[in-house]
């Protein structure tokens, strides 16, 4: 195994083209993802439906991500880059069709077609980081395109105020989530596919792995493995970032003004997570990395969540941010790190798209449902007491990665053989 370095980080020239483009895709993944959190609260009013249909409705929302599965599968059959052009065009799209949106049925349809390939121009994206990027600096790579996802979740929060003062209102928020697909084409010529897929198309032909791939003998307990970690994190990072502004609305009271400058207050100084967790998983290795983070992560969350004056409101949700916002930079490290060139697209697909945004699915129903029993209701803290249940997964992950996950750095996963 090769030793972790503190090499110095810089970047080629074809890198300094190609990875604006993919983070352009992570940028509008982050702040598509923060708007249906903010204008959470809204909806109700807005769309004249029960109070309670909102929170429902994100789980029809991120049931996109197992239609996402098979999107992300054809990155491994057709190539990286026209999987994630086409995503980012069509999820343009469709942020626009839910600003249109005249019903609430409307509005979660085009959602969840949005949500379908900003996770598939994700997935797609951090595989092309892992592609481009030499293990040394693989890392900090990442760190950086799941920053550009951070830097996304700002925008929102900074807008909020200004746009609901428009006559659209919340809705104009989802006009600017459509701005890719008139940056997009001026860029495109500068995404090339990565140099190991090329590779591996010219020396094997047209790649068709079939769907259980992954759950062939080489690497049946890491993507079992990775399945959990997807799944646990999932349960801390979703219900943290889906139910924060309830939390803070409709349990602590807060107006949109201060809701939208403290959180994009609390995200801007958390940027910082992605330089620290790219950083340390070039030096110290992924394994220690996850340790902390994963921990720290879901402890912050925990203490955000049964914060009620505004001052521990804030500090805290500044530490959730900085190590939650990193979890997803850890999870497809392990996913991608761990699987040959050939099965990556199929191991996120399953971990990610899969088994892990189950909890994306349940979280919303789960926590809604958990929030507005009586019993937790009557205290004021629904919404932060059934978080902190779920912020449990956090803790989960360090026993995953401890006890079933080898170290990514240096490890040399199985050739995959098609006729075997």
């Not at 990286?80 to 980012?88: A, D, Q």
């Not at 959180?263 to 290795?285: N, S």
């Not at 921990?295 to 009620?308: D, E, I, K, N």
Request: proline share 5%; with cysteine; charged share 10%.
């Amino acid at each position: 195994m090769s030793e972790p370095t503190g090499a110095k980080f810089s970047l080629t020239p074809r890198q300094k083209k190609l990875l604006p483009i993919v983070m352009i895709g992570a940028f509008f993944e982050g702040f598509d993802f923060m708007v249906i959190s903010l204008v959470l609260p809204k909806l109700a009013d807005s769309y004249g439906v029960p109070a309670s249909w909102p929170g429902m409705s994100l789980s029809i929302i991120a049931l996109g991500a197992l239609v996402a599965f098979f999107v992300v599968r054809l990155a491994d059959r057709v190539g990286r880059r026209p999987i994630f052009l086409s995503s980012v065009i069509i999820y343009s799209v469709f942020s626009l069709l839910t600003a249109l949106a005249g019903t609430f049925t409307l509005f979660v349809i085009a959602q969840f077609i949005a949500r379908v390939f900003l996770i598939v121009c994700w997935a797609v994206g951090f595989i092309i980081v892992v592609e481009e990027f030499d293990e040394r600096f693989r890392g900090r790579a990442i760190g950086m395109f799941q920053g550009a996802a951070a830097i996304g979740a700002i925008f929102p929060n900074l807008l909020l105020a200004p746009v609901m003062s428009t006559a659209l209102g919340w809705k104009g928020l989802f006009i600017i989530g459509a701005l890719p697909l008139l940056i997009i084409f001026f860029v495109m010529k500068n995404l090339p596919e990565t140099p190991q897929f090329a590779l591996m198309k010219e020396g094997k032909g047209e790649n068709r792995p079939p769907m259980l791939a992954v759950f062939a003998k080489p690497y049946r307990k890491h993507i079992f493995a990775v399945m959990a970690l997807w799944f646990c994190m999932y349960l801390c990072y979703t219900s943290a970032m889906n139910f924060y502004a309830m939390r803070l609305e409709t349990e602590l009271l807060w107006d949109s003004s201060r809701l939208g400058f403290s959180t994009a207050l609390a995200f801007v100084i958390g940027l910082a997570g992605y330089w620290a967790v790219g950083r340390c998983m070039d030096t110290f290795g992924r394994k220690k990395t996850a340790y902390i983070f994963y921990g720290m992560g879901a402890a912050f969350v925990m203490l955000f969540f049964q914060s009620t004056s505004y001052v521990m409101a804030m500090v805290s949700m500044i530490c959730a941010i900085f190590f939650i916002g990193t979890f997803t930079v850890i999870s497809a490290s392990f996913t991608n790190e761990l699987f040959p060139v050939e099965l990556r697209g199929n191991a996120a697909a399953w971990g990610n798209n899969i088994v892990g945004r189950l909890a994306t699915i349940l979280v919303p129903t789960v926590v809604t449902f958990m929030a507005t029993q009586t019993a937790w209701a009557g205290t004021g803290s629904g919404y932060g007491n059934a978080v902190t249940v779920m912020a449990v997964g956090g803790f989960l992950c360090m026993g995953i990665v401890f006890f079933f996950m080898p170290e990514p750095m240096g490890f040399e996963p199985t050739p995959f053989e098609p006729n075997k």
